[in-house]
């Protein structure tokens, strides 16, 4: 269980140290597991209490993944186990990545995501909360749970209605993968560093003069990741969501789930890959994702962030026992057929009460597992 994920403490020039955490499950792409969230908790919140601690860096082992997710396959099984029904594992794996979420989110010292590779799913709840996110040449970011029949969760609620009109939405209804230009341009990314100086990068971080001023050693970090950014932004790749932002803000900018749907599917992709690759997700994914969603990012839109994971939460113990997430992650990860069949062929297929019962909780307020979080 320790190997799953690496720590370690790097020496900085006056004395003080760098927390160093990785994910280390490289032939599962880092897909994040209970035993890694469990191995995480306990050390950051060590880190963060530890006055000798100026700053944690958190990456993934390996040249092809930061982390490609969460361990659905384990949550298939808990389901197939106990159908129709919350599974407790479930509900326990959803509570504590939150919280490790949130705790990333609001960590009170330095934080750096190296977000390397593929970054998605649970990944990139791992990844947006920290205070400096940097990508890659090779990042290739998505949150494409619409395939699986779950929904944008790990935060999504948050940063996706943070981007500009109607881009979360898109991005969540097509699982489209953007990679470190676009990251940057919605403001899921902070700076661009290739992988290749990575480690002069990190040496450059252990020669920072560490104070005892939390702000300054924020800024004197952003100033040493703004620098790396300015010598290297010339090799950024070109962006897919600048280029179609106006038009995929007019195909989103309507009232109900079927208008958006038919509107993107209507878009004359012509010889545009990204653009066709993001339709035909939306045609083949969960007519049940994208109604959630819909509803998710209307709800969500003036919620704080404990708000937003505790809603989350709501919903993905739901999605457990309502079948298609099991569906979904049966037809890609453990058949691999990828011929889900929905029990919903089209949004005009989900029933309202559906719907209603995934915005229902299953606990009281008192009893809500995240009832305590930013309290």
């Given at each position: ?51 000798n ?15 490609a ?49 593929i970054?998605?799913g649970g ?6 909360g ?11 970011i ?15 609620s ?7 009109d ?15 230009m ?17 480690q ?8 920072i ?19 790396f ?10 962006g ?12 989103t ?10 509107g ?7 010889q545009d ?19 959630i ?28 026992s309502?079948g ?30 559906v719907l ?18 930013g309290?």
């Amino acid at each position: 269980m320790t190997d799953k994920v690496l720590f370690s403490e790097l020496d900085t020039h006056n004395g003080k140290k760098i927390g160093y955490a990785r994910l280390n499950k490289v032939k599962a792409l880092n897909a994040l597991d209970l035993d890694m969230i469990r191995l995480l908790m306990p050390q950051l919140l060590s880190w963060q209490n530890n006055d000798n601690i100026v700053a944690v860096i958190l990456d993934g082992e390996g040249d092809k993944a930061f982390c490609a997710g969460g361990d659905v396959v384990a949550m298939h099984q808990a389901m197939q186990k106990e159908p129709g029904i919350i599974p407790a594992t479930v509900e326990t794996f959803f509570s504590e990545e939150y919280r490790l979420d949130y705790l990333i989110h609001t960590f009170h010292k330095p934080f750096v995501v190296w977000g390397n590779g593929i970054v998605m799913g649970g990944g990139l709840g791992l990844m947006c909360g920290a205070s400096h996110r940097i990508v890659t040449e090779s990042s290739r970011i998505a949150m494409p749970e619409i395939t699986i029949g779950l929904y944008p969760d790990v935060g999504g609620s948050w940063f996706l209605n943070r981007m500009p009109d109607g881009v979360g939405l898109f991005l969540g209804l097509t699982g489209a993968s953007i990679n470190a230009m676009d990251a940057l341009h919605i403001q899921l990314a902070d700076h661009f560093i290739p992988e290749q100086h990575k480690q002069s990068f990190i040496e450059q971080m252990q020669d920072i003069s560490w104070g005892a001023i939390q702000s300054l050693n924020h800024q004197k970090l952003t100033d040493l990741c703004h620098q790396f950014h300015q010598d290297h932004r010339a090799l950024l790749p070109q962006g897919n969501i600048k280029p179609h932002q106006e038009k995929i803000r007019q195909v989103t900018d309507f009232d109900t789930i079927d208008q958006v749907v038919n509107g993107i599917a209507g878009i004359s992709a012509q010889q545009d890959k990204w653009l066709t690759r993001a339709q035909s997700t939306l045609a083949k994914g969960s007519a049940l994702t994208a109604c959630i969603l819909f509803e998710q990012l209307k709800r969500s839109a003036k919620m704080t962030l404990p708000e937003c994971f505790r809603m989350e939460l709501m919903l993905s113990c739901r999605c457990a026992s309502l079948g298609e997430f099991q569906e979904g992650v049966r037809a890609l990860l453990i058949d691999k057929d990828n011929q889900p069949n929905w029990q919903y062929k089209t949004v005009q297929d989900v029933p309202a009460e559906v719907l209603d019962k995934c915005f229902t909780s299953p606990w009281n307020e008192q009893s809500h597992p995240l009832t305590g979080l930013g309290k």
